[in-house]
């Protein structure tokens, strides 16, 4: 009798085990590669969290030191804490002489809290026709462009049917593409100014940093206006100092805080030019002649303008206009954890003589 061998599978198992190893080996990867996702996804809305929590942090610390402020003197001035300033004798024998704004310790993580006072410069909803054309004049607009922005920019906040003479309606901005209208109501965000009629097409008088020079290359030759009479060339791009962005807010009293606004804004006011607007800095800035040192002697009302050799008549006139106070502020917080940033936003609201803080807006 024949007996017949089997052949051998050893070598076919062992195949087969090689390849179980290698699949369960691949699905562990597999999860361990989702447990890693999920845990970062899971500690990412973890720190988002915290961020905007330390975000509102932050706002209520800018919150709090305004509110101290208020306490301790009548005038808001670039000297004092919350603009970075030095500090002034008041502030150093208080509370806020140990509280930093910059990488402020809270929790697991710090924030750097900058704010900054709307008041220096003017409001764009309440600015009359001269204030307006004066802001243009000092930005070197050509002459004929001036009133068409004025007369617009006063239609595009004022209700009404008809337009100003150079101004434009709704009927205007359908013609434009995309169609739109007026808005007829106050600004909300300044960069409303790039809807209005003279600038829409022409944005470098909203801000020639973003929209002059280089940025201009690339558009149609229509839109190179030159400057009569200001030494611009036919078809070169006009070139301005600065621009309505730099000029004017949405958001303030109506009044400019000759404490905080610089010389371009100050230049707004009835009867100060150039040289007055330099009078008026170099008096508030102390013996140093810096605006934010030790030595700064700020404004403690608008008739000590007089001090700095404004015309008393010129005061009486400038009074309804400006003002030693600031009521609205921007805060911009940065949270910190570990290495990871993030910047977020709140507008403020303090009025005149009150110690009350209120949060208007808060974004990121």
């Not at 500090?87 to 509370?95: F, R």
């Not at 006063?154 to 309606?169: F, H, L, S, T």
């Not at 403020?348 to 990121?364: A, E, I």
Request: proline share 6%.
């Amino acid at each position: 009798m024949k007996i017949r061998l089997r052949p051998r599978s050893n070598g076919f198992a062992l195949l087969i085990v090689m390849c179980a190893i290698f699949v369960l080996s691949w699905m562990a990867w597999l999860m361990s590669a989702s447990m890693k996702v999920e845990s970062r996804l899971a500690v990412s809305s973890n720190n988002n969290q915290e961020m905007i929590w330390l975000g509102r942090s932050g706002v209520e610390l800018a919150r709090w030191v305004l509110a101290q402020e208020a306490v301790l003197q009548p005038f808001d001035s670039l000297n004092q804490k919350w603009a970075g300033g030095s500090g002034s004798m008041a502030e150093s024998n208080s509370v806020l002489a140990s509280i930093p704004l910059d990488n402020y310790p809270i929790g697991d993580g710090s924030v750097s809290v900058k704010i900054t006072d709307l008041d220096r410069l003017a409001n764009i909803n309440t600015a009359g026709a001269p204030v307006i054309q004066q802001a243009l004049t000092l930005m070197g607009v050509d002459a004929g462009e001036i009133s068409v922005v004025s007369d617009s920019i006063q239609d595009w906040v004022q209700a009404g049917d008809a337009p100003r003479i150079a101004g434009a309606k709704t009927d205007y901005y359908q013609g434009q593409n995309p169609p739109y209208n007026c808005k007829e109501a106050p600004m909300d965000d300044i960069s409303e100014l790039l809807l209005v009629k003279g600038i829409w097409d022409h944005p470098e008088i909203y801000d020639p940093k973003t929209y002059g020079g280089d940025a201009m290359s690339g558009r149609p030759a229509a839109f190179k206006r030159h400057q009569l009479g200001f030494g611009t060339a036919p078809g070169e791009t006009p070139s301005y100092p600065f621009g309505l962005v730099d000029l004017f807010t949405p958001f303030s009293s109506g009044k400019i805080n000759i404490n905080t606004a610089d010389a371009n804004v100050l230049q707004l006011l009835p009867g100060v030019d150039a040289n007055a607007a330099a009078s008026i800095i170099k008096y508030r800035s102390g013996p140093d002649g810096i605006d934010g040192t030790p030595d700064d002697t700020p404004y403690q009302n608008a008739n000590q303008l007089t001090a700095s050799g404004i015309n008393p008549s010129a005061v009486g006139q400038m009074g309804r206009l400006c003002d030693v106070h600031s009521t609205v502020f921007k805060v911009t917080v940065t949270a910190h954890i570990g290495i990871a940033s993030r910047d977020f936003n709140a507008i403020l609201y303090r009025p005149t003589g009150s110690h009350t803080v209120q949060v208007v807006s808060f974004y990121y």
